[in-house]
């Protein structure tokens, strides 16, 4: 695949994105559809990517972003029904999948099944994040729906080597595939945490906020590949790095934090518009190359369609299972949770730690219905086309593989994405408790905050020198007790204050409030997506304070 042709896919994509949230319709869908109808206009090129060139170039900051916008803490109080979809899910959906399609068609060997398994497995992050935050789903089953779409292709990417190496004979870097896991998810994420710290540090040294940028953009690259060069996991290795530098971002500069988001923003967009437009023009190519080398199309149908249904059925019946045993488990975990919160109350808490609210509660399980709805978004994607594509060329059944994994995952895509908000409207599934729950967070963190800022500005105000100086302070003070305002009142407010001084105060007073939704953050009294939002917030006050100090 040619760089113009990426480029006039890309623009294409691009474009259709456009036509399609002014139509309302889901951009990811709409993509993948008329990508499929565009294949097979004759004389259409095939547009065929390396899988190393997905995996090492297009999952990386797509994953990185993903984790860099997705509250530590959330992925924390979740860890349990992450790790339960993201890798118990992975390996039950493998065998499973990898068992039936041995049964169901002997000519395909075990291995050979294994590795379709482990293909199919994942659910992509991309799609299932896209479609559920359109579909505005609660909270809490975003949280979960987002953690197990970073974590699950590390899951799958590890299984679907130990299958490769077990069909070819090649030579894993440690025999055992469990413990091969193990080190590669271990190794990856502590490399991830170790370079996102590294990287931190050097961005907060930076003045420019170009320079903070361009650090962030090569990180999930670097972190990708220095992972994959020590056999370890570069998706677990990308997520760790995204999750480290997003809880700490607010230690950065005002305007390289915004810059930044705005950029990713960016890069989203395009990647993402693209990835769903080069499945659909993927389809029509893969199955051609699969009826050339001797499969009916009656076989590839047939297989992808009980393979399609396999694999939504093991997710329901694994969902739904697991939250039975949820169910039943909570109230003894809900027991020790608060014994241990007790305790932890009754011990002197280390100076300068924020100690952890009295009032912090254990997650409590999702409902039936919110389940049904988790185990009916399983849509795959680049991680799925990426592996599938990347399957041994020596493998009789190769081409089997790569035509049931684009079926299983534009099937997945189309008949789930299409159905899901019907299913979440049919159930009634709303998260009018998000938006109560937003107001008092709301309410909590301005509280916090102008305490703070009126904290800050007594004492900046007492610490002035001249007349100047101290009119200004009663100014802003004034402001934040009024409105919550940071901004000096009425035009030329700052006339008799020079513009460094200014900025001086205001940087003071802004540092003392995001202190302050750090705090409560940390003391698990105010959610971390909230924090993000306010952030971003008083980021974009002070961008516009000094705009108009010049």
């Not at 413990?179 to 930076?206: C, D, K, P, Q, T």
């Not at 488990?329 to 100076?351: D, M, W």
């Not at 007790?481 to 007073?509: H, L, Q």
């Amino acid at each position: 695949m040619g760089a113009s042709q990426i480029l006039i896919v890309m623009m294409a994509a691009i474009g259709l994105t456009i036509f399609a949230e002014r139509k309302g319709y889901q951009a990811a869908l709409f993509l993948a559809i008329v990508g499929i109808a565009v294949s097979f206009v004759p004389g259409v090129p095939r547009t065929e990517l390396e899988p190393e060139i997905i995996l090492g170039l297009v999952l990386p900051p797509l994953l990185f972003s993903a984790a860099v916008n997705f509250s530590f803490f959330s992925f924390m109080k979740r860890i349990g029904s992450i790790l339960n979809m993201g890798v118990a899910l992975i390996l039950v959906s493998t065998v499973a999948v990898g068992a039936l399609l041995g049964w169901l068609y002997p000519v395909m060997s075990l291995p050979a099944a294994l590795i379709l398994g482990a293909v199919i497995a994942p659910i992509d992050a991309v799609s299932a994040v896209a479609i559920g935050a359109k579909l505005k789903l609660p909270n809490r089953l975003m949280t979960v729906l987002k953690g197990e779409s970073l974590i699950n292709d590390a899951a799958a990417l590890a299984l679907f080597s130990a299958a490769v190496a077990g069909a070819t004979g090649e030579k894993m870097p440690i025999d055992n595939a469990a413990l091969y896991f193990l080190f590669a998810a271990g190794v990856g994420a502590i490399l991830g945490v170790v370079m996102g710290g590294f990287v931190h540090e050097v961005r907060r040294r930076l003045g420019n906020p170009t320079l903070v940028t361009a650090i962030t953009v090569i990180t999930p690259f670097a972190a990708y590949m220095v992972a994959e060069e020590l056999a370890a996991s570069g998706v677990m290795a990308v997520v760790f790095a995204g999750l480290s530098l997003g809880h700490n971002s607010s230690d950065l500069k005002f305007d390289g934090r915004i810059q930044q988001r705005e950029f990713l923003s960016v890069v989203d967009a395009l990647l993402e518009a693209f990835v769903f437009a080069y499945m659909g023009l993927q389809f029509r190519f893969v199955v051609e190359e699969a009826i050339e080398h001797g499969y009916s199309l009656g076989t590839l149908a047939g297989l992808s369609a009980l393979t399609l249904v396999a694999v939504i059925l093991v997710r329901v019946i694994w969902v739904m299972f697991s939250a039975v045993l949820s169910k039943w488990s909570h109230p003894r975990r809900k027991e020790g949770f608060e014994r241990r919160l007790a305790s932890i109350h009754a011990k002197p808490t280390r100076r300068g730690r924020q100690p952890r609210s009295r009032d912090a509660k254990l997650a409590e399980p999702l409902g039936w219905r919110e389940n049904l709805v988790l185990s009916w978004s399983g849509m795959r994607g680049v991680v799925t086309l990426a592996a599938a594509a990347g399957t041994p060329l020596i493998l009789p059944e190769r081409d089997l593989i790569v035509t049931i994994a684009f079926a299983v995952a534009l099937g997945t895509l189309i008949l789930q994405g299409l159905s899901l908000p019907w299913l979440i409207k049919a159930l009634g599934i709303t998260n009018d408790g998000d938006i109560a729950y937003r107001k008092e967070q709301v309410a909590l963190a301005r509280s916090a905050t102008q305490k703070a800022s009126v904290q800050k500005l007594e004492e900046i105000r007492d610490a002035q020198q001249d007349e100047a100086g101290i009119a200004f302070s009663d100014r802003m003070l004034a402001n934040v007790k009024r409105d919550f305002s940071v901004s000096p009142a009425g035009r030329g407010a700052n006339d008799s204050v020079g513009r460094e001084k200014m900025m001086v105060i205001v940087g003071e007073m802004q540092a003392a409030r995001r202190g302050a939704l750090l705090a409560e953050r940390d003391a698990e009294r105010l959610d971390d997506e909230i924090v993000r939002e306010m952030l971003e917030d008083i980021d974009l006050e002070q961008a516009v304070i000094a705009r108009r100090s010049e």
